[in-house]
């Protein structure tokens, strides 16, 4: 009422609207600010990592939060949605955009094994074959392992990589893929540090009568950037996260052929999940607008120029690298029993380096001390390192495996200022 004292209701209304977090919850606020310096006063070399920008941060941190929109755009269950249809249609255009494709696309999913599980949902009935590569080769969870929806509603076969030069072998896929008859034949990694050959992936799948779903969780900043060959037009389902090399909020995508478009959207929802994160899809939308820059295109070089960098030092270094490098943003390092993977990343977390320990192929270790370390570019490139920088990070990463530890905080402290 014009005029009038507010009441106590309103006023507290408005004092939950802006109070800033430090006001309203010391302790959230002081622990996002011991996260905050983690992350900015160390070396993320976590391959998976990378850092949104501000811009995406203050959309998923906006009042899209607060509005339910089951449904695709223009087809809600709920009023009130018109601004977020604009929101998820921007997104979409601007992610088919970013991979050049006419795909239909979801934005939905809350998480790459979200997008994984639709995409088998919307093809498969429970007790279809999937193969994929095998978990302990650099495979994903999603693809089939045991403890995963994927593993126990899906009968999960796996390839190998092979023997002798730790690569993806397209010939023994083939046999593989033969033999099993699949429905679905999956291509993706979480460690392997080379290129996937999709074109080929999508003849073996053909020639056996399966469908081809390319998981591009990793390697999706690459291939935006045509960095590294593109799945579009031959894989039937495209699936990625959207923090990864992607740089953009934690999430989801699913792409489809067309006509796979009404099968993808309805097991997304409601076969997989209730509403949209709406406010994390715009972030999708802001980090893809950045993706469509000429400086994305310029930081995924980046990204692999450092990474044979780092590779390169390591090697000079005495440390075997799988596949004796990489093509992409990531390597795996084999301790060779100098140290084992476990004791590796937590002598480096207290030097505040953060790397993952990560088995290798045909690792004789079990996987909670394995005998390798996986390390990755994107975080750091972010952050803006070159390739000096980063091989100077391979000469502290040497140093600290090797027990040689002088120096070392201030020679992290110095590469983290930048
Ligand atoms: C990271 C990853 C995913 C999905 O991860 P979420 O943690 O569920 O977002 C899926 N596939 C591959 C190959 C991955 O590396």
């Known amino acids: 009422m014009h005029g009038s004292i507010p009441s106590k209701a309103r006023e507290e209304g408005r004092s939950?609207?802006?109070?800033?977090?430090?006001?309203?919850?010391?302790?959230?606020?002081?622990?996002?600010?011991?996260?905050?310096?983690?992350?900015?006063?160390?070396?993320?070399?976590?391959?998976?990592?990378?850092?949104?920008?501000?811009?995406?941060?203050?959309?998923?941190?906006?009042?899209?939060t607060?509005?339910?929109?089951?449904?695709?755009?223009?087809?809600?269950?709920?009023?009130?949605?018109?601004?977020?249809?604009?929101?998820?249609?921007?997104?979409?255009?601007?992610?088919?955009?970013?991979?050049?494709?006419?795909?239909?696309?979801?934005?939905?999913?809350?998480?790459g094994t979200q997008a994984n599980l639709a995409v088998y949902q919307a093809c498969m009935k429970p007790g279809d074959r999937i193969l994929g590569l095998d978990l302990n080769q650099g495979g994903h969870l999603s693809h089939g392992f045991k403890l995963?929806?994927?593993?126990?509603?899906?009968?999960?076969?796996?390839y190998t990589l092979s023997k002798d030069t730790d690569r993806l072998d397209y010939d023994s896929i083939a046999r593989v893929a033969a033999e099993v008859k699949p429905k679905l034949i999956l291509a993706g990694a979480s460690a392997y540090p080379r290129l996937i050959d999709f074109a080929r992936f999508g003849e073996i799948a053909k020639s056996v009568g399966a469908l081809f779903h390319a998981d591009i969780a990793h390697i999706a900043g690459l291939v935006a950037a045509g960095l590294h060959p593109t799945p579009?037009?031959?894989?039937?389902?495209?699936?990625?996260?959207?923090?990864?090399?992607?740089?953009?909020?934690?999430?989801?995508l699913v792409f489809c052929k067309p006509e796979f478009q009404k099968a993808v959207d309805s097991s997304v929802f409601p076969g997989m999940q209730g509403g949209p994160l709406e406010h994390e899809i715009a972030g999708k939308a802001v980090a893809f607008g950045e993706g469509l820059q000429p400086a994305f295109?310029?930081?995924?070089?980046?990204?692999?120029?450092?990474?044979?960098?780092?590779?390169?030092?390591?090697?000079?270094?005495?440390?075997?690298?799988?596949?004796?490098?990489?093509?992409?943003?990531?390597?795996?390092?084999?301790?060779?029993?100098?140290?084992?993977?476990?004791?590796a990343q937590d002598r480096l977390a207290k030097r505040r380096i953060f790397a993952n320990k990560n088995l290798i192929p045909w690792d004789t270790r079990p996987a909670n001390k394995p005998s390798g370390?996986?390390?990755?570019?994107?975080?750091?490139?972010?952050?803006?390192?070159?390739?000096?920088?980063?091989?100077?990070?391979?000469?502290?990463?040497?140093?600290?495996?090797?027990?040689r530890e002088n120096e070392i905080d201030a020679r992290v402290a110095a590469l983290a200022r930048g």
């Open 232 to 252: 579009f037009g031959h894989a039937d389902f495209v699936t990625t996260t959207t923090h990864k090399t992607l740089r953009g909020p934690r999430g989801g």
């Open 16 to 64: 939950r609207a802006t109070r800033r977090l430090a006001e309203a919850d010391a302790d959230v606020w002081r622990l996002i600010g011991l996260e905050d310096d983690r992350q900015t006063t160390g070396l993320q070399l976590i391959a998976s990592e990378n850092i949104a920008s501000g811009a995406v941060r203050e959309a998923v941190g906006s009042v899209l």
């Open 148 to 158: 995963n929806q994927s593993g126990k509603l899906y009968e999960a076969h796996f």
């Open 66 to 111: 607060n509005k339910y929109a089951e449904g695709t755009p223009g087809k809600r269950y709920y009023s009130g949605c018109e601004v977020a249809d604009e929101v998820e249609a921007l997104a979409q255009s601007r992610a088919k955009q970013l991979f050049s494709t006419d795909y239909h696309v979801n934005v939905q999913p809350h998480a």
């Open 297 to 343: 295109k310029e930081y995924q070089g980046r990204v692999l120029t450092n990474a044979r960098a780092l590779a390169d030092e390591l090697k000079g270094r005495g440390w075997r690298l799988v596949t004796d490098g990489t093509d992409n943003h990531l390597m795996l390092v084999d301790l060779g029993g100098v140290i084992d993977g476990a004791e």
């Open 373 to 403: 370390i996986r390390l990755g570019t994107p975080a750091m490139t972010t952050r803006g390192l070159d390739e000096n920088d980063f091989r100077e990070v391979a000469r502290i990463v040497d140093d600290v495996l090797r027990g």
